[in-house]
């Protein structure tokens, strides 16, 4: 998102916006390798970890960037 924030013209924000729908792809990939390290006992306190993390990013970190734009 802080490249939108460089973005002097309206036609920049087309490549950023297709950079930032790939970055969808990390978050699965990333439970998926931490799911493998885990042991089946505790699998659900790993995702429900990851879901907590992912929402209190989600909160946080417009409040945090907002003076960015």
Sequence with gaps: ???LA????GWMAFPIMVL???GGIG???LQAMLSRQM???RQGQLQ???AALTSLT???GPLLFTAIY
């Design 1 to 3: 998102y802080i490249l």
């Design 6 to 9: 460089f973005a002097t013209r």
């Design 20 to 22: 930032l729908a790939s």
């Design 27 to 29: 978050m699965p990939a």
């Design 39 to 41: 042991d089946e006992e």
């Design 48 to 50: 429900g970890s990851l």
């Design 58 to 60: 989600s909160i946080v």
